[in-house]
């Protein structure tokens, strides 16, 4: 076991990761981290490229709230 992270949400996270002994990270650097562990492990080129495409379009448009 390497660590552990947690997303808070709005682009935070918190963890405690095992590398040179136990660190604590917080903030977007735990949540950029996650992300980049997640997206790592993903199985497939092509899995990795789509759900990469929508984390970076989540990132420019917000979130549509309109209701129909």
């Known amino acids: 076991n390497s660590g552990i992270i947690i997303s808070l949400g709005k682009r935070t996270a918190v963890g405690e990761i095992d590398i ?15 992300r980049h562990i997640y997206l790592m492990n993903l199985i497939g080129l092509q899995n990795k490229i789509r759900v990469g495409i929508e984390w970076f ?10 209701e129909i």
Do not use: H, N, P, Q
């Open 20 to 34: 040179f002994g136990k660190r604590i990270i917080k903030g977007k650097l735990a949540w950029f981290l996650k």
């Open 57 to 66: 379009l989540g990132l420019i448009f917000s979130r549509d709230t309109s």
